[in-house]
């Protein structure tokens, strides 16, 4: 046990407890009262509420880091509440006995042990003064740059700690859950870096209700982010356990680079391209980018677009590349342009219905919102020099073909009176090199193609001519 010893060198537990353990040291066999353990706190979260067989209880959770860097949760239930709420600061040390410890749910627990602990009836938690030098007062791993998340390799659900420069600061919104009524905060920050990528990261909870406004154009530090991918662009959540400094104590070497580049970075978001997920869907990758496919191979005219038939597609859908003008933007106001749609920052774009209350509700996510977000589900004419076809498609690559949001869209059109004819004028007449998704459809028991829009590029001459060259290559080659 000499181990015990070595690790907490220069920190005396109060007379009386038992000798100090290693968090990485706790395991479910040590009872409750055998050991004690000395660190900081890393994150608080705040007071929740429940009911269990009738009767109502409330539950907090704190985590401890200790001197060899090991971090733990620890829970306490409704005595324990009043007891310790009050006195725990995050950044503070502290020296912890008495509580179960058993498996942690890694879904729940983003530590990095195994373990958690219950708090007991006889805990204890003291200040640790003397221990504030001993215990570093950061443990930020942080990835290199937000290029980092572009690696294949970055599982989603994978948690990392980031920094960057904060670049805009969303409002906090409340969500409810319709299910246990309990209400939740969130808002969006977007942080960017040297490596000239943004990417949003969610709060949950007190850190977003708390996370100050003043914060943007600074460097900050976050810690605990679970890596998200949304339209084929990353997304950060940060989970209950994490936190976020703007005040970096230790010399981090990231931070330090950071911290020297951001006083002259470009503050505007538009400055900046989104992180893309190299392992979504392509299919889903609208308005990400979408660099490695080839665009000639599978280049049609809109003539042979339109010729494609049930048979081609029916055992599997069909993806082609056109390049084509939009000659109409199929907007009626009586028709389904956009629809209201779930806020649910996992990706939920189901539509959501207004209660009485004014609030948005989502049946499959059994949340409610202030507000919905809109998105487009819309229909185009395209056209070249040998025809003309009909493309539906979703948000994002809407978004893109018309330069506005649906959002805007909306607000325009139904609250500020303009014609939303006038908004998509833009759009019309463009070229686009235009990826399409063809399927079969059944509709009134009449199986026919359905022609989707997946992406839109804008039209590289350069780009143009090499794969047409490539193209031609290949031809001779083939004589
Ligand atoms: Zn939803």
């Given at each position: 046990?000499?181990?015990?010893v070595?690790?907490?060198?220069?920190?005396?537990v109060?007379?009386?407890?038992?000798?100090?353990?290693?968090?990485?040291?706790?395991?479910?066999?040590?009872?409750?009262?055998?050991?004690?353990?000395?660190?900081?706190?890393?994150?608080?979260?705040?007071i929740?509420?429940?009911?269990?067989?009738g009767?109502?209880g409330?539950v907090f959770?704190?985590n401890?880091?200790?001197?060899?860097?090991s971090?733990?949760?620890?829970?306490?239930?409704?005595?324990?509440?009043?007891?310790?709420?009050?006195?725990?600061?995050?950044g503070?040390?502290?020296?912890?006995r008495?509580?179960?410890?058993?498996?942690?749910?890694?879904?729940?627990?983003k530590?990095?042990?195994?373990?958690?602990?219950?708090?007991?009836?006889?805990?204890?938690?003291?200040?640790?003064?003397n221990?504030?030098?001993?215990i570093?007062?950061?443990?930020?791993?942080?990835?290199?740059?937000?290029k980092?998340?572009?690696?294949e390799?970055?599982?989603?659900?994978?948690?990392v700690?980031?920094?960057?420069?904060?670049?805009?600061?969303?409002?906090?919104?409340?969500?409810?859950?319709?299910?246990?009524?309990?209400?939740?905060?969130?808002?969006?920050?977007?942080?960017?870096?040297e490596?000239?990528l943004?990417?949003?990261?969610?709060?949950?909870?007190?850190?977003?209700?708390?996370?100050p406004?003043?914060?943007?154009?600074?460097?900050?530090?976050?810690?605990?982010?679970?890596?998200?991918?949304f339209?084929?662009?990353?997304?950060?959540?940060?989970?209950?356990?994490?936190?976020f400094?703007?005040?970096v104590?230790?010399?981090?070497?990231?931070?330090l680079?950071?911290?020297?580049?951001?006083?002259?970075?470009?503050?505007?978001?538009?400055?900046?391209?989104?992180?893309?997920?190299p392992?979504?869907?392509?299919s889903?990758?609208?308005?990400g980018?979408?660099?490695?496919?080839?665009?000639?191979?599978?280049?049609?005219t809109?003539g042979?677009?339109?010729?494609?038939?049930?048979a081609?597609?029916?055992?599997?859908?069909?993806?082609?590349?056109?390049?084509?003008?939009?000659?109409?933007?199929?907007?009626?106001?009586?028709?389904?342009?956009?629809?209201?749609?779930?806020?649910?920052s996992?990706?939920?774009?189901?539509?959501?219905?207004?209660e009485d209350t004014?609030?948005?509700?989502?049946?499959?996510?059994?949340?409610?919102?202030?507000?919905?977000?809109?998105?487009?589900?819309?229909?185009?004419?395209?056209?070249?020099?040998?025809g003309?076809?009909?493309?539906?498609?979703?948000?994002?690559?809407?978004?893109?073909?018309?330069?506005?949001?649906?959002?805007?869209?909306?607000?325009?059109?139904?609250?500020?009176?303009?014609?939303?004819?006038?908004?998509?004028?833009?759009?019309?007449?463009?070229?686009w090199?235009?990826?399409?998704?063809?399927?079969?459809?059944?509709?009134?028991?009449?199986?026919?193609?359905?022609?989707?829009?997946?992406?839109?590029?804008?039209?590289?001459?350069?780009?143009?001519?090499?794969?047409m060259?490539?193209?031609?290559?290949?031809?001779?080659?083939?004589m």
């Amino acid at each position: 046990m000499s181990r015990y010893v070595q690790q907490s060198s220069g920190i005396q537990v109060p007379n009386g407890w038992p000798s100090l353990h290693a968090i990485s040291d706790l395991t479910p066999f040590i009872g409750p009262s055998n050991w004690s353990i000395c660190g900081r706190c890393t994150a608080k979260g705040d007071i929740r509420t429940f009911s269990s067989n009738g009767r109502d209880g409330k539950v907090f959770n704190f985590n401890i880091r200790d001197q060899a860097g090991s971090e733990i949760r620890i829970s306490g239930f409704t005595e324990a509440v009043d007891q310790f709420f009050d006195s725990i600061v995050r950044g503070k040390t502290y020296f912890v006995r008495g509580g179960r410890v058993k498996k942690a749910d890694p879904r729940y627990n983003k530590t990095n042990t195994n373990y958690e602990v219950t708090l007991s009836r006889d805990a204890c938690i003291e200040a640790a003064p003397n221990a504030e030098a001993a215990i570093p007062v950061d443990s930020f791993q942080f990835i290199e740059s937000l290029k980092a998340l572009e690696a294949e390799g970055v599982q989603k659900g994978s948690v990392v700690d980031v920094c960057g420069l904060v670049l805009s600061v969303g409002d906090p919104e409340t969500i409810k859950s319709k299910a246990t009524g309990q209400e939740y905060t969130k808002r969006d920050v977007v942080v960017g870096d040297e490596s000239m990528l943004r990417v949003p990261i969610t709060l949950w909870g007190d850190s977003a209700s708390r996370f100050p406004e003043r914060l943007q154009g600074t460097a900050v530090a976050f810690n605990g982010c679970a890596v998200g991918e949304f339209g084929g662009r990353r997304q950060l959540s940060m989970s209950r356990d994490g936190s976020f400094t703007e005040t970096v104590q230790t010399p981090d070497p990231r931070w330090l680079r950071l911290a020297q580049w951001a006083p002259r970075a470009p503050t505007n978001e538009n400055g900046y391209t989104s992180v893309v997920d190299p392992t979504a869907d392509p299919s889903a990758a609208g308005a990400g980018g979408d660099r490695s496919v080839d665009k000639f191979r599978s280049r049609l005219t809109v003539g042979q677009l339109s010729a494609i038939n049930v048979a081609e597609v029916e055992v599997a859908p069909k993806t082609v590349f056109v390049k084509a003008f939009v000659t109409e933007v199929k907007y009626q106001k009586e028709r389904t342009f956009y629809y209201p749609a779930c806020m649910n920052s996992a990706g939920c774009k189901k539509k959501v219905v207004q209660e009485d209350t004014g609030k948005w509700v989502c049946s499959k996510c059994d949340m409610k919102f202030d507000r919905p977000r809109y998105r487009y589900i819309s229909r185009i004419t395209v056209s070249d020099h040998t025809g003309e076809a009909d493309l539906s498609m979703f948000d994002e690559v809407a978004e893109k073909l018309f330069g506005i949001s649906a959002d805007e869209f909306q607000v325009k059109t139904e609250t500020g009176g303009q014609a939303g004819e006038e908004l998509l004028d833009a759009a019309n007449l463009q070229q686009w090199v235009l990826r399409v998704k063809c399927r079969s459809d059944t509709y009134n028991d009449v199986a026919r193609v359905r022609r989707e829009l997946m992406g839109v590029y804008p039209i590289k001459p350069l780009d143009e001519a090499r794969g047409m060259l490539d193209v031609i290559t290949e031809h001779m080659g083939n004589m």
